[in-house]
């Protein structure tokens, strides 16, 4: 059982809903963003992503997308990140997930990086733009390294939900809305009638994840699901504060806000 997995039963066990928060390695450099995991954990972050920057970002909108710019022109590396991860691993054992694209595992190799991930203490990988037709091998050697690879469900995804939802490890992805991350006013997809869909075929936890911007969002959207995702309204906080000392106080005091709507 990974991390991500005794969580959500934990969770379960307390009635209680997961909350996931998203931030991009390196942004605005790796310090900082260390200091923000413990900061997340400690006002009620559940689970922790941490975005590996990429150049080709093609799954994010504009607001991830320039905070992969800032990380990579602090020339961040991979290696950078595993190191990062090895020492917040001293003082927490919250489940963290990487977010990266099939090209910079390919380029670091496929086992290489899935058994550092293991060694560092990652718990599970999210790779968008990896199709579950394509995935078996990756998820093979995953398994072996107990390293969850996170299943994506969209609202397009209508007749491969059923084999893709039976596959699933950790949690499965649930994504709001067509298109890229970034924050939304409103969502247009039937929740209900999306999720009934999925949980005819997996008791495997579900979150949603996309465009939830607010405390009154998540709310509302944790009726749906046993997570909510929050990543692109982080990460335009550290946008704002990210030349400031603010910058950690102002994301602890948005997650608290966040768990208190999850907990109400």
């Known amino acids: 059982m990974t991390r991500i997995e005794r969580k959500f039963e934990i969770l379960k066990a307390n009635n209680q809903k997961a909350l996931i928060t998203y931030i991009t390695a390196g942004d605005p450099d790796l310090e900082v963003t260390k200091q923000l995991v413990l900061e997340m954990e400690r006002k009620g972050a559940d689970i922790i992503e941490l975005g590996i920057p990429y150049s080709d970002p093609v799954a994010d909108g504009p607001v991830i997308q320039r905070a992969a710019q800032?990380?990579?022109?602090?020339?961040?590396?991979?290696?950078?990140?595993m190191d990062m991860v090895r020492e917040i691993r001293k003082e927490t054992q919250i489940p963290l997930l990487y977010l990266l694209y099939f090209n910079c595992m390919l380029q670091y190799g496929i086992e290489k990086f899935i058994s550092e991930c293991s060694e560092a203490g990652i718990d599970g990988l999210i790779i968008p733009d990896l199709p579950y037709e394509e995935s078996k091998d990756v998820k093979d050697i995953a398994a072996r390294y107990n390293v969850n690879i996170i299943s994506l469900i969209a609202p397009t995804s209508t007749g491969r939900i059923k084999k893709i939802a039976q596959d699933a490890k950790g949690f499965i992805y649930c994504v709001s809305?067509?298109?890229?991350?970034?924050?939304?006013?409103?969502?247009?997809?039937?929740?209900?009638?999306?999720?009934?869909?999925i949980k005819k075929y997996s008791d495997t936890p579900k979150a949603i994840g996309f465009g939830i911007s607010s405390p009154e969002q998540a709310k509302e959207i944790k009726n749906y699901c046993e997570g909510v995702i929050v990543g692109s309204a982080i990460v335009r906080i550290i946008e704002d504060y990210n030349q400031s000392s603010e910058v950690i106080d102002k994301i602890g005091e948005f997650v608290s806000q966040l768990k208190a709507a999850l907990n109400r």
Request: net charge positive; aromatic share 12%.
């Open 177 to 197: 809305s067509t298109g890229v991350t970034g924050t939304r006013e409103q969502f247009k997809t039937n929740f209900y009638e999306f999720m009934e869909e």
């Open 70 to 81: 800032r990380a990579l022109s602090k020339k961040i590396k991979i290696k950078n990140i």
